[in-house]
């Protein structure tokens, strides 16, 4: 089965990890991952700069581990990493901003990747959000 997940929290929040444990589990049963869209809060989940304490997972690194290991689409939506400060080399330098605190394996996109992934999935599974 192919699912698109949409993740709407911080990498702090328990349904970050949630998502990632539900992530791994379905590659593990021999599912396919068609996107992960960070979306609202979530663009915190792909940030480099997120600091976690010593004696907390480091989940934003985690997310980062698995979508590089498993070259998995992970995209992090536009408008709400603008809106959050986390920007690519190309948004830092097209708005004069010194920090660039997103790279790979992460791209920037729209709204319309999630839309297009719904589209190629069996089912959409979102964690977080209002």
Not at 2 to 8: E, P, S, V, W
Not at 77 to 105: H, K, M, T
């Amino acid at each position: 089965m192919k699912f698109a997940i949409a993740l709407f929290s911080a990498a702090h929040a328990p349904s970050s990890r949630r998502a990632l444990l539900f992530a791994q589990a379905l590659l593990a049963g021999g599912h396919e991952i068609v996107r992960l869209f960070f979306y609202q809060d979530g663009v915190y989940s792909a940030a480099n700069n997120v600091v976690t304490p010593q004696d907390e997972q480091d989940i934003a690194r985690q997310w980062r581990e698995f979508v590089d290991q498993h070259q998995l689409d992970g995209v992090v939506c536009i408008a709400a990493a603008l809106r959050r400060g986390v920007l690519n080399g190309e948004e830092a330098a097209r708005y004069q901003r010194s920090a660039v605190n997103l790279g790979a394996p992460w791209a920037l996109s729209g709204l319309g990747q999630l839309h297009d992934a719904i589209q190629d999935a069996d089912r959409l599974i979102c964690f977080g959000g209002p």
